[in-house]
């Protein structure tokens, strides 16, 4: 019953917010949803301080609520497969060589720029941290959030090589920041001993090969089995067996679960509604995955809002986040101008489209699950506050400007030119 009473909770928030926002905000959904999440945490928390009763109920259900499992291991697969089905194969190929740098390069010196930012930062204000810890944190920020940047690239019309290279990027590093991140996590927990170059690059290959690997194998089975007949209700059924099947399997084979899940998509997207489905399938298919999209995003953004009423986020943490959306960014713009650079003669780059990249690399709920993953031994309240300062003004101040930029900097598409995605 307590998990019922949470999933009802969270839904009926859900679904309160998103009338309001539909009705009287209008703001972008993801970015609605946490405001209005956001502003209610804040009431309740103060009602809680006049001594309302039944706010330390709602606390308590939000309070026992494990972030990092409900988004890591149930949610996360669901809304990559919903974003990767509808990506332009062909277009993303056409920008694998930045995506691809974006995704491995960038996040790795992106890791290590805030790393020795924050290192030599969190002294002077009385916060001296060891410098593998702000590793962690460096690693568990730098990689953008799929959620976040297809929740809300959907309302700016961007041009669509920048959009792809957004969008790739953000879908396939996670691969990459988990391999990282878990090799930090070894090294702080257990020793640099524990953690050698032979243990990370076998890490790598389980994680990153073995989940491109499984999702290329089972996305191509899924593709067979729907070319191999022509029933909707059938073929729906199929797509939500290969997301929640593969997403079992890496599990059990330690293997990188989205990863798998976004090439998964990608090959059922591509070669399955192409050449596996009728038009009727099709437009089954898209609704489906569009609508659990939309449900699933709604109650991701509600339960990011509504983390406040549990973290501990004093005056320090706040002035320590401001530092850190500081240090984030303009890691951010060294970690895309880099790469991309020395990809200059291959790909078009400037200085507007540093700008839409730096700016649209949104911070999202992952950053949020790892920080939450990590013991109470290690410096967790402040991390975890730190990372949640960042988070919101990643979503709520840069998605609410990402649109305006893009149009300012003369990016964007003309209105009969936007395409769903």
Known sequence: MELYNTFALLLVAAATFGYVNHRFLRLPSTIGLMVLALVSSLAVVGLGRLGVSWV??????????????????????????????????RALGQERGAVAALATAGTLVSTLLVATAMYWLLPLVGLPAHFIYCLLFGAL??????????????????????????????????????????????????????????????????????????????????????????????EVLLTLALVMGLTALATALHTSGPLAVVVAGLIVGDKGRQLGMSDLTREYVDK????????LNAVLFVLIGLEMLVLDIN?????????????????????????????????????????????????????????????????RDLIVGVTYVVVVFSIVVQGLTIGPLVK?????????????H
């Open 56 to 89: 330390l109920n709602v606390s308590e259900l939000v309070r026992n609520i494990d972030f990092h499992t409900v988004l890591m291991q149930v949610m996360l697969s669901f809304l990559l497969f919903a974003g990767a089905i509808h990506v332009d194969v």
């Open 408 to 420: 300012r900097l003369g990016l964007s598409t003309p209105e009969q030119g936007t395409q769903a």
């Open 288 to 295: 489906f995955w569009e609508v659990l999209d939309e449900i």
């Open 141 to 234: 920020i730098s990689p953008t959030d799929p959620i976040a940047v297809l929740g809300i690239l959907k309302e700016a019309r961007i041009a669509p090589h920048l959009e792809i290279r957004i969008v790739g990027e953000s879908l396939f590093n996670d691969g990459i920041a988990v391999v990282v991140f878990v090799s930090l996590f070894q090294i702080a927990q257990y020793g640099a001993d524990r953690a050698t170059a032979g243990v990370i690059g076998e890490l790598f290959l389980r994680e990153a090969v073995g989940g491109v690997a499984l999702g290329a194998a089972l996305g191509y089975l899924t593709f067979w089995a729907l070319r191999s007949i022509d029933n909707y209700k059938v």
């Open 315 to 379: 005056r320090t943490i706040l002035l320590v986040g401001i530092i850190g959306i500081v240090v984030v960014l303009v890691a951010r713009l060294v970690s895309v101008a880099l790469p991309l650079g020395l990809l200059r003669s291959r790909y078009s780059f400037d200085r507007p489209t540093l700008r839409v990249l730096t700016w649209g690399g949104l911070r999202g709920g992952i950053s949020v699950a790892l920080a939450l993953s990590l013991p109470d031994a290690m410096p």
